[in-house]
């Protein structure tokens, strides 16, 4: 080693293979990245569902989360995966279930822990919650008139991260349109029922 080099073995992190790579087909582009909600400095992992938009050039996280351990209904603390972009807000796992996180502690190796509003349901093991919006809605007029929440997905996956990317002011992704025999239980971050449907058969997941 030449005097006065250092080397960092810890200075790039390798992550895990995911997909059958013969099988990827990437954008001949990039996409700006909105980091808007994004901790910076973090990555977007490979294989993170994106929202493209085509008009604009623009890719937006879907911020999913994976439930690692099962929460009892009226539950008020979520177990989640680590390496999410987890936040203060809403978040869904049906149009039913919905729970505002009001604080994400990441203290523990293992697993980081949502606190949360108390579940209406049991939210079982390797769920995804999707974060969301909410709307009351009311349909009919006087006595008849019902009340009911609307719930919307922020964001719904139309393409993969193709390559870790650093969360920072000009950066870009380049997006992945097929891919198959993606290690679904192994992702970084996950994919709901939503974001597969709106990837389509150009993903395959096993």
């Known amino acids: 080693m030449a005097a006065g080099v250092v080397y960092d073995d810890n200075a790039f992190e390798v992550e895990r293979e995911l997909y059958a790579v013969d099988s990827g087909y990437r954008s001949q582009g990039g996409f700006n990245l909105d980091i808007e909600g994004l901790p910076a400095g973090a990555h977007v992992p490979v294989l993170c569902p994106l929202q493209i938009d085509f008009a604009n050039r623009k890719a937006y996280v879907v911020n999913n989360l994976k439930v690692v351990e099962a929460a009892a209904s009226g539950a008020t603390s979520i177990k989640i995966q680590k390496g999410s972009f987890a936040k203060a807000g809403k978040f869904a796992l049906s149009d ?84 198959y025999e993606i290690k679904e239980a192994e992702l970084y971050i996950p994919v709901s029922a939503a974001d597969k449907a709106g990837l389509t058969s150009r993903f395959m997941f096993v």
């Open 96 to 179: 039913e279930v919905v729970v505002t996180v009001t604080k994400v502690d990441t203290s523990n190796e293992a697993y980081d822990v949502l606190t949360v509003s108390a579940t209406s349901a049991e939210i079982p093991v390797g769920s995804v919650l999707y974060e969301c919006e909410t709307e009351e809605v009311t349909t009919g007029e006087g006595q008849d008139a019902v009340t009911s929440t609307a719930v919307t997905a922020v964001h719904t996956a139309n393409a993969l991260n193709y390559a870790r990317t650093k969360v920072e002011t000009g950066a870009t992704v380049t997006a992945l349109f097929r891919a």
